[in-house]
């Protein structure tokens, strides 16, 4: 309990030194400062659709998934191909109104990530559950199989969106600047995310049913209950949160072979840092790793350190290891 309290002290002093950084760097400007804050909490969102199922995965199968990543990208690939005209599935012949065609498209971008999760974890992963490191080469494997497939499907070059919709071209002012409402849009998918599926593995019989079947599948499998079909279930549900993460990542980022790779190294960081299989940690450090990127690109303006926030995850990860190195929710129980 009270290294617990140690992690909440240090996740407080290290969100109130990144909102002093962003204040004296925004020179005291407010609207400088809420264009650094949304942005923070923007990126924090998307970082926590990739890790909150790399964390899932890992913290009740103990597997560590190196494809997560590839499904992020695959959903961001797929919401743009489904809502622009001339893809290889568009929908716009289909469901002409691009208001409906948007979520129609995050919808089966979700489906397609969950149905290739079922396909990777019955398929490849289940003969290794008692080997570790296969299990780390595999996924590994898969990732660069995806990213060929990508590749071959929508080449290499890069896609930026063009197809507004509703909540996309729609505004709001915030300290005299104006926001686009997907930013809101987003932060609400991840905040109502972080609290679903907290619910969904505290307060549910599934929930209860798949951490009884981590603490000890032989009991659980005496009651009748199929655990397979259970880790298949969460497997899933991990892939297709990352896939969901892609699709509505995609009207801002658009969709680029190298989105996933991006995503995959800052979400484990994410993960290590909250503490190695924690959700709670997760939801923390992706809000923490969101708002210190957005911190250190307002501060790397005007100045030769361009390359300071695609480091700062890493920074900000051996900060914190310093001070807890089992990350700021390791050795609690998992699923926290």
């Known amino acids: 309990m009270k290294s617990q309290h140690y992690s909440i002290y240090a996740i407080i002093l290290i969100i109130i030194g990144l909102l002093i950084v962003a204040y ?3 020179n005291g400007n407010m609207g400088t400062f809420g264009i650094t804050i949304m942005s923070g909490l923007f990126q924090g969102m998307l970082l926590f659709l ?27 690939y797929v919401a743009y191909d489904l809502q622009h005209p001339g893809g290889a599935m568009s929908l716009t012949e289909i469901i002409p109104d691009p208001n409906l065609r948007f979520p129609v498209a995050v919808i089966i971008a979700v489906l397609i990530g969950g149905l290739l999760g079922v396909i990777l974890e019955r398929g490849l992963l289940r003969p290794l559950y008692a080997r570790p490191i296969f299990q780390l080469v595999l996924t590994f494997g898969v990732s660069l199989v995806f990213l060929e497939v990508i590749k071959f499907i929508w080449t290499t070059t890069p896609y930026s969106w063009t197809e507004v919709f509703g909540v996309r071209e729609n505004f709001f002012e915030l300290f005299g600047q104006r926001f686009s409402t997907y930013r809101l849009f987003v932060i609400g998918i991840g905040a109502a995310l972080i609290i679903g599926i907290a619910l969904l593995l505290q307060r549910t019989r599934i929930g209860i049913i798949i951490r009884a079947g981590v603490e000890d599948s032989g009991m659980v499998e005496a009651l009748g209950i199929n655990v397979r079909a259970v880790f298949t279930l969460v497997f899933t549900l991990g892939c297709a949160v990352a896939a969901l993460g892609g699709a509505i990542a995609a009207p801002f980022l658009g969709a680029s072979p190298t989105i996933g790779t991006t995503f995959l190294i800052q979400a484990i960081a994410v993960v290590v840092l909250g503490g190695m299989g924690s959700y709670a940690g997760t939801a923390v450090g992706s809000v923490m790793v969101g708002l210190a990127i957005s911190v250190a690109q307002s501060a790397a303006i005007g100045t030769d350190f361009s390359a300071l926030p695609s480091i700062t995850p890493m920074l900000l990860l051996i900060v914190i290891l310093l001070i807890r190195p089992s990350g700021l929710f390791g050795g609690t129980t998992r699923s926290s």
Do not use: E, H, K, R
């Open 50 to 76: 990739v890790a909150s199922g790399l964390s899932i995965i890992f913290g009740l199968m103990d597997i560590l998934n190196f494809a997560q990543g590839s499904y992020f990208m695959l959903g961001a």
């Open 24 to 26: 004296f760097s925004s």
